[in-house]
């Protein structure tokens, strides 16, 4: 389950969609014989209505990266020659650099 936590991660700071996040866990969900039932709650409710209900129901969580994973996560990802891009990754550290 390491992997789906890693998978919110991606999708809590917004490197992939909703929709992309469902597509993978329905692979996933494809290949497996007996399906995890955290995977199939979490295609057919999403992961904002699953990360809304209590840690005893959901228990599956992001992974809380520290500020040097997201930003070489965030970095990696970063198109260099969009500023609106550049922009956002100024803000964003910005943010974080205040605490």
Same mark, same amino acid.
């Given at each position: 389950m390491e992997t789906l936590s890693i998978a919110l991660s991606l999708w809590k700071i917004g490197f992939v969609s909703s929709e992309e996040l469902i597509a993978w866990v329905d692979a /996933? $969900? /494809?290949? @497996? !014989?007996?399906? !995890?039932e955290f995977l199939v709650q979490l295609s057919l409710n999403g992961p904002e209505t699953c990360l809304k %209900?209590?840690?005893?129901?959901?228990?599956? %969580?992001? $992974?809380?990266? +520290?500020? +040097?994973?997201?930003f070489g996560l965030r970095v &990696?990802?970063? !198109? @260099? /020659? &969009?500023?609106?891009?550049? @922009?956002?990754? $100024?803000?964003?550290?910005?943010?974080?650099?205040m605490g």
């Amino acid at each position: 389950m390491e992997t789906l936590s890693i998978a919110l991660s991606l999708w809590k700071i917004g490197f992939v969609s909703s929709e992309e996040l469902i597509a993978w866990v329905d692979a /996933q $969900i /494809q290949m @497996s !014989d007996n399906p !995890d039932e955290f995977l199939v709650q979490l295609s057919l409710n999403g992961p904002e209505t699953c990360l809304k %209900r209590p840690i005893y129901e959901f228990p599956i %969580r992001p $992974i809380e990266l +520290t500020f +040097t994973e997201e930003f070489g996560l965030r970095v &990696s990802m970063l !198109d @260099s /020659q &969009s500023e609106p891009e550049v @922009s956002n990754l $100024i803000k964003w550290a910005t943010v974080k650099c205040m605490g």
